[in-house]
């Protein structure tokens, strides 16, 4: 059975995007996982289906309307997979990380919704009891690239998307390091030399070089990573 990503957004056309490319546009055709994208604008309200309202209180910007965000939901609920969960793109939102992706890609799918303007009514998130996740500490004019990005981290995870199944886990992040450095020929580059240790053939020796500079890199440039493997 498919993964199934159910999108609510303002711009359906933006879908599939760069993810109906490389793997995830392959795994898409091959039926690994299916994506619905489904348009906000016809839930609105009117004659010119309007979706959004000036927020209470006053201030800047546009508040997507609950009601009319709550119909889509409503349908969206009927697309997608039982038991996936409703998550809305938002900077305030949990940060994703690979245990998000490691988790939502073995569970049957998510409702993924995307915000525009200010954001949504507050009343909406209560009411579902939906979870909202941030991809990083910037913030995008829309949630549709933050869906994008978390659905390629979550799709190639997803069995028969990667050729090998075992490089994820020999992955960095699965291990809570950053990724060593990579070489490949030729051997000498502008003088620069490949390390002694990767042409050496012995793959105790070069485990072990890999492993301590992976270490190295992450004590030095992530320590939030580097104390987060340490407890
Ligand atoms: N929407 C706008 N900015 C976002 C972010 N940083 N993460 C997730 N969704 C967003």
Known sequence: RAWRAVVITLLPESFPGILGQSLTGKALKDGI???????L???GEGKHRNVDDTPAGG??????????????????????APGAPLIYLSPRGKPFDQGRARALAKG????????????????VIDH?????????????????LAA???LDAVVRLLPGVLGNEASTEEESFSEGLLEHPQYTRPADWQG????????????????????????????RRRPDLW???KS
């Open 192 to 219: 620069h030399a490949i390390p002694d240790v990767l042409m050496s053939g012995h793959h105790g020796e070069i485990a072990k070089w890999r492993r301590e500079m992976a270490e190295k890199l992450t004590k």
């Open 59 to 80: 201030g800047a910007g546009m508040v997507l309307r609950p009601d009319v965000m709550g119909r889509a939901i409503e349908h969206a609920q009927t697309r997608a």
């Open 33 to 39: 996982w299916q994506l619905d994208p489904i348009d």
């Open 227 to 229: 104390e987060k493997k």
């Open 148 to 150: 994008q990005v978390m």
């Open 108 to 123: 049957p799918g998510a409702t993924l919704i995307c915000g525009r303007f200010e954001g949504l009514d507050q009343r």
């Open 128 to 144: 579902y009891e939906i979870e909202e996740v941030s991809i990083g500490d910037y913030v995008l004019t829309g949630g549709e």
């Open 41 to 43: 604008r016809p839930f």
